[in-house]
């Protein structure tokens, strides 16, 4: 028999083996599925981290610690999968006794998996912080949730490694710990499409539509993905946490789905191209070369940087230092708009990151 734990109920261990008999496929069918969809995702993982890395190098500390220490979470997270996939399903298949006393791989997946997340939502909130002009109260609600969400999951690891079948207990963690999660996507999300969007009838031209609305659609494609995950791991947590483990096929997966929606938006753009016009002359050669400047949309918290190249190549003027996280590029026809840099922080030597096109000038 199962070594019993402090808590635990045996009338409960063999209500457990009972129905993993009868259903076998709703007890050991979500991990291997989770198995085989974890392992794809690691495949592209691992394309995302070395286009990240060969194209840009090591930016920023901040952003290598992040990107770093993603994969490190979901590499063990991928580890601890297949540990139990080879025990539940190669090592002892039919062993429901095993499967009913909730071994270490199960509870200990809901105490990795919350860092993860707030390692790569860590990413976001901060973008969120520098778009609002370092404002703190966001930033500091943002953590709040953050912290929050990542105590409650590992509270729920805990109560799993007690007493694997108090489900009132469970569930006073599980369900505020994935509210909050969600909560906070939907903040981070929310917040900004705000400054991504058109205000105070601002109207650019329509490149700088363009430029805009590709940031907004890059947000959304990065934040649906987890969030419907976290999502359908409550309901089915909720709803069939007493039938089936559906949940931990969506519990499992949630995490890399976070470190792919960071990588995706890492390698989506570092300049993306937005213009815009504005009535108005600047003379940047000295030469009488007369060239129109283009606009700032009011979310842009510093001074462009400015850059001017002759055609002989001889004249360069940079007026400011490089920004990392939400600096604006001003030239000829174009702004330049770069929203995902981690930090004020200048550009690491070891950086790879593509510079801004130059403007040729008849100077």
Known sequence: MIEARVGRHQEAIQLGIARAQADPGGTLGPWFMALICYTFLMGILTVQVTRYFSTYGIESWGLFTSVVLSMILVTTQWTIAISGGWVFLIMHYGNWELIAAAPWQAWITPMINPVTEFVSQLFFAHRCYKLYGRNKFIFGGLLFGMLSSAVMSILFGVALAIDP????????????????????????TGLTLWKLSRQGGVTFSPQT????????SITLEAAVPPTVFTFLNMCCYVAMHGQNLIFAFFGILTPSLYVCSLMFVLNSFEFSPVSGTRTGNTDMCNTGTVLSTTTVPDFAPDPPIMFATGQSGAVNKRRGPRRDADSFVESESEL?????????????????APKPMDVEQTC
């Open 165 to 188: 079948y108090d489900f009132t207990l469970g569930k006073t963690f599980a369900i505020p710990s994935t509210t909050l999660s969600l909560a906070t996507d939907f903040s981070i």
């Open 209 to 216: 539509n363009d430029g805009l609305q590709r940031l907004r």
């Open 336 to 352: 330049q708009v770069d929203l995902d840099r981690w930090g004020d922080d200048p550009p690491s030597p070891h950086s790879k």
